[in-house]
């Protein structure tokens, strides 16, 4: 009777034991924390992000199960494409509807919105110009390396290649005289064997932005623009083959001759130096080249013997000796010399103004 009648010892066969009875109803009053459960969520849902991580084309498929599963999950696993335009160094006009065939256009890793009816192109160099939805490259003779690079950087923007090889420039670094190129595939060759004072001639070629093709054309073909700057460094780089052409031919004629050393006086050199007369007989003369009274070139009595050569075409003491110092235009006094210096030729070559 007394374990049958105490209360404390009831609690296996009384249901309704104040103590037991009270825990529950707690429990049943306690509010849910909706944010651990959702903590569990989160933390079972990157567990599987992870994981599919490594397969990253059945990703989409992950995201698809576990939003039908867990609805409330649609807005992180699934959100909204931001509208973003990347610049591009061009410029707004009135937009104007059109559409683009996308599969015509190549594939970026970084998208360039491409839509020359909406969008106008800013070149970064005067040798590339946008007209027609293509683009439009020129190289002259007096396009630099840093113009390549800017080309290049150019096609780049749109995904397009630019190639540039056998680039070569005059001895004076003056002009273009040797190139090859290519936009986008589509190129052209310029080069002379052993042409080393004539500028190439302007040429270019043109990349479509909105389909797979390209081409190579001519400057007189070009747009306005760039035949324009064509002519111009075409006059440009002519003008300064004449004005060097006989600087042009001292290097071609002295290297024709092989390595050595050499020493070479120009006329104001010339001018500089005392002449000989009645009343100075005195006067110091040069071991190279001297004048006469009559201005007339001398050749030094210790090169009288050497091999002449005058505008690079053979000739001879007596012929040189001719010439007045109106007409001369520089001297070079050669030395070459073949195995290990025992085999030696001396040559003297002679230039003058009027070739």
Request: charged share 25%; aromatic share 10%; net charge positive.
């Amino acid at each position: 009777m007394k374990i049958l009648t105490s209360p404390e010892h009831f609690t296996f066969t009384n249901h309704f034991n104040q103590s037991l009875l009270k825990n529950r109803i707690k429990m049943m009053n306690k509010r849910k924390s909706s944010w651990k459960a959702f903590g569990k969520y989160g933390l079972f849902i990157a567990s599987i992000w992870v994981c599919a991580a490594f397969t990253k084309p059945y990703r989409a498929k992950v995201a698809a199960q576990i939003v039908k599963n867990v609805p409330e999950l649609e807005t992180v696993l699934t959100p909204k494409a931001k509208n973003e335009t990347i610049f591009n160094d061009f410029i707004f006009e009135a937009p104007v509807l059109s559409s683009l065939d996308s599969a015509s256009l190549p594939a970026l890793q970084n998208p360039v919105v491409v839509n020359t009816d909406t969008q106008k192109y800013i070149s970064a160099t005067k040798y590339i110009i946008y007209k027609n939805d293509a683009l439009y490259w020129l190289i002259t003779p007096k396009t630099t390396m840093e113009d390549l690079v800017d080309m290049k950087k150019e096609f780049v923007k749109h995904n397009q290649t630019f190639e540039v090889s056998g680039f070569q420039l005059d001895p004076l670094n003056s002009f273009i005289i040797s190139v090859a190129a290519k936009g986008n595939g589509c190129g052209y060759k310029s080069f002379i064997p052993d042409n080393y004072d004539k500028p190439v001639s302007s040429h270019g070629g043109y990349v479509s932005l909105t389909k797979k093709s390209c081409g190579t054309i001519d400057s007189q073909k070009m747009p306005d623009e760039l035949k324009v700057i064509a002519q111009k460094d075409d006059q440009l780089a002519q003008a300064l083959q004449q004005k060097n052409r006989i600087s042009y031919l001292e290097i071609k004629t002295s290297e024709s001759l092989g390595p050595g050393g050499s020493t070479s006086i120009t006329k104001e050199t010339l001018l500089k130096l005392a002449k000989p007369t009645p009343q100075n007989s005195l006067v110091k003369q040069s071991k190279y080249l001297n004048l006469t009274e009559n201005d007339f070139l001398n050749i030094a009595q210790p090169r009288r013997n050497d091999i002449i050569l005058l505008n690079g075409n053979p000739s001879t003491l007596e012929e040189v000796e001719k010439i007045h110092i109106k007409d001369f235009y520089s001297a070079i006094f050669k030395e070459t010399w073949q195995e290990n210096k025992l085999l030696r030729q001396h040559y003297i070559l002679v230039f003058t103004e009027h070739l």
